[in-house]
């Protein structure tokens, strides 16, 4: 994490303060190619949480993949979040326990992708946005469902069509498999949206998800059963 990070991009004291923190940091995000020199490797995040969980935990976890696609290191952390689940400002609840995980991933990801919004955010600061700044690492988007504009590709695997939102593109709607609902891809930080959907689309192997965001997945879930079995 870089060191002239605020204290309230990521310990906001309350709405106010994060909605301001959001406006910030969205006017610092690079929305192209800043990227090393390939060949990347490829890394997934992803939180498990329970937004009515009375103590607030989230199990946040990051991987890193090689070029076949396998997972070669893993890092979790499960804390109590300092931020209340609020819709629209979940990386201020998320994003504290990704960067502890982050510390403790080596090797480390050239690029992330990362389960959640990027810019298809109302105020252009979703978790993947929010997550590449503060690390200042590549991150995209790749989000289940929207939280603003519309979007409806094609019934055929590869099929895309653009997210508009107040007439303007913020994202890509992407059909990775036939007859599931489609990805929504969306420029994280210092990855353009080109970029963004040709590398969801390559991280595919015939199912919905990514492998990366799987694997981030599947990782976040045995951190959270791991807490549940400490805790009984």
Partial sequence: MRQEIPPHWLHPRDIAQA????????????????LPEPPWRIG?????????DPRRRVHA???????????????????VAD?????????????????????????KPD???????????????GLACHLGLVLDVPTIGVAKSLLVGTAEPG????????????????????RTRRGARPLYVSVGHRVSLETAAVLVRAACDGRRL?????????????????????DA
Avoid: C
């Fill in 111 to 125: 690029l992330l992708l990362v389960d959640g919004q990027g810019l298809a955010h109302p105020r252009g600061l």
């Fill in 61 to 79: 976890a990051l991987v890193t993949l090689d070029a076949a696609q396998d997972v070669v290191a893993q890092a979790s952390e499960s804390r």
């Fill in 83 to 107: 931020f209340p689940y609020v819709p629209g400002y979940l990386g201020f609840r998320e994003v504290p326990a990704l960067v502890a995980a982050w510390t403790r991933l080596h090797p």
């Fill in 19 to 34: 909605r301001a923190a959001q406006a910030e940091m969205a006017a610092r995000i690079v929305p192209r190619d800043a």
């Fill in 210 to 230: 990514p492998v990366p965001i799987r694997a981030a997945h599947d990782a976040a879930n045995a951190a959270r059963r791991a807490g549940e079995a400490a």
């Fill in 44 to 52: 997934g995040a992803d939180v498990s949480n329970t937004r009515f």
């Fill in 155 to 174: 019934p055929a695997v590869g099929d895309a069509a653009p997210i508009l939102w107040k007439g303007a593109r913020i994202g890509t709607a992407l």
